[in-house]
């Protein structure tokens, strides 16, 4: 497994692996603009091949950019939808230019219309960036949600019809968050709840379709549809976070904090050692079961 975190790319986006370097990571998460604001950044040639060479100077062997939390493919007005397919097809295209393996993405809301009703668009809106891609090019991760303001994405069976809708593409695929999984409902505390949700995914979606991960603690207590990560440890999952690291079907899997980290100032150092502590404890508590 690789051990990253969401890290700030302030300063130019190379500078976010100087920031995974410096918690000891090997692999990150970034931004490739503000997440609250349309205003998509500048990025210039010299500054994503920069990223690219200081990455490979790192040993960084996984790196995702996350798109802006305000896109939302299933908008009922015509510029909310607009500025959701620009976004995430600029992404895309800043995630090629650096080098890096994927884009996650929140699909969005359905607005009480429910998935059905918002398919005619949600499908679309993602084929522009499909189409954007070279052969080689990011895979498109769509993640879960926990279930706030009627989010797309709550159950696998949701992720499964938006996949299917596009016709199962190559490159196309999901990125799992704990402390959504744990909000929504999903149990990851038990060895029969991390179970049934991975082969939920074998049999809908393909495991080869699961590219990453987010591991965060939850503030919020199980079945509470609220997204309030906590640091590794500090939230209602705790030390249960190894039973779905140490699984055998997520391993080689990239594992990234979205935390407010032990310090308090995002994923740090401490944490860091966190989660490699838990891994080697679920790896140890599987290969038991396995036996």
Not at 232 to 239: N, R
Request: aromatic residues 4%; negative net charge.
């Amino acid at each position: 497994m690789l051990f990253g975190a969401h890290v700030s790319s302030a300063g130019g986006i190379y500078k976010a692996v100087d920031h995974a370097e410096a918690i000891g990571a090997d692999c990150l998460q970034v931004f490739t603009q503000s997440p609250r604001a349309w205003k998509p950044t500048n990025h210039t040639p010299e500054d994503m091949d920069r990223f690219r060479e200081r990455a490979a100077e790192a040993g960084i062997r996984y790196s995702v950019c996350h798109a802006l939390f305000l896109i939302n493919l299933g908008a009922t007005d015509d510029t909310t939808y607009a500025r959701s397919v620009e976004t995430l097809r600029a992404t895309t295209e800043v995630a090629e230019g650096i080098g890096a393996e994927g884009v996650v993405f929140h699909v969005g809301s359905h607005l009480g219309r429910g998935l059905d009703a918002a398919m005619h668009q949600i499908v679309p809106g993602i084929e522009l960036s499909l189409h954007q891609r070279g052969p080689d090019g990011p895979w498109l991760l769509l993640e879960n949600s926990a279930g706030h303001q009627q989010t797309i994405g709550v159950t696998i069976p949701e992720l499964a019809q938006v996949i299917d809708g596009l016709g199962r593409p190559e490159r196309v695929g999901i990125c799992l968050d704990t402390c959504h999984l744990f909000a929504s409902g999903i149990d990851i505390t038990t060895q029969d709840g991390v179970e049934s949700l991975l082969g939920d995914i074998d049999s809908r979606i393909g495991l080869d379709r699961l590219r990453c991960l987010h591991v965060n603690d939850s503030m919020m207590p199980f079945d509470s549809h609220r997204d309030r990560h906590a640091a590794l440890g500090k939230g209602e999952i705790g030390t249960k976070m190894s039973l779905i690291l140490g699984h055998p079907a997520v391993q080689g899997l990239p594992a990234i904090l979205e935390t407010p980290g032990i310090k308090g100032k995002g994923p740090d150092l401490p944490e860091m050692k966190v989660l490699r502590r838990y891994h080697k404890q679920g790896v140890k508590r599987w290969s038991a079961v396995v036996r």
